[in-house]
């Protein structure tokens, strides 16, 4: 379907267009894939650049998923043309909410978007604990201990603190702030995601490890005298 989303006309060339969207409940999502589709001639329709995030509510903050920007010559001066862009996130996003920016190629015609889709694991159940300062320990967050498989997402500013041993095999997902481990068994069995801006820290005198450890671009591992 051609007329998919198409961005409001009427801006100069680069003028940006954004709609948030919401899934039917969280999900872990790891990849997407969209297509840009040309409309006729002179880059109508084209797209020069854009942005997906993924949302901690329908008006909060946003994490970058993935982003590109097209030359003027992805989109020919005339006829139709479509680009696809396959992508896989820096790291895996817990959630239901995203925003999708698109800046137009030329003036006056807005973008048209004529497929968006995320790619992971609908099924997956979580958690999700919010840290706005300071730090925290996991049982006074209301998690005495972890089991099981899913999501246990991490967000705001401040740091979590797992300092229990922790039989949880699912995904840690650092999306802002820390975590800091200070039990060597507190995520033995958990695949550990860190978003860009996060940090996983390890307190002094602890030797922790964990199933996976992913870190995107701008995420740290803050060692101490630990490791």
């Known amino acids: 379907d051609r007329d998919t989303m198409i961005f409001a006309d009427g801006g100069p060339a680069g003028a940006a267009g954004s709609v948030v969207f919401e899934l039917p409940e969280d999900s872990l ?8 589709a040309q409309d006729g001639y002179d880059r109508r329709r084209g797209a020069s650049r854009f942005v997906l ?5 329908p008006d909060g903050d946003g ?4 982003q590109a920007t097209f030359a003027s010559d992805y989109f020919p001066a ?29 003036s006056f015609f ?13 099924a997956a159940t979580g958690v999700a604990i919010r840290v ?11 998690h005495a201990s972890l089991d099981g498989e899913g999501v246990f997402r991490k967000s705001g500013p401040g740091t979590l603190e797992m300092d229990a041993q922790n ?5 840690l997902i650092v999306s802002e702030g820390a975590v800091l ?36 671009d701008s995420a740290m591992v803050d060692l101490g005298t630990g490791s």
């Open 167 to 171: 039989d949880f095999s699912g995904w």
């Open 29 to 36: 999502l790891f990849s997407m894939k969209v297509g840009f």
């Open 132 to 142: 706005p300062e300071g730090r925290l320990r996991q049982a006074n967050a209301g």
């Open 78 to 106: 005339y006829g139709d043309s479509r680009i696809t862009v396959e992508d896989t996130f820096p790291a895996p996003f817990w959630g239901r909410f995203f925003r999708f920016t698109v800046l137009q190629q030329t």
């Open 53 to 57: 995030e993924g949302l901690e509510g």
């Open 110 to 122: 807005g973008a048209r978007v004529v497929e968006l889709d995320g790619f992971g694991d609908t």
């Open 181 to 216: 481990l200070s039990n060597p068994m507190a995520m033995a069995s958990a695949r550990v995601s860190v978003s860009n801006g996060a940090s996983l820290a390890i307190s002094d005198a602890t030797s922790a490890s964990m199933a996976v450890l992913k870190l995107a």
């Open 63 to 66: 994490v970058v998923l993935s």
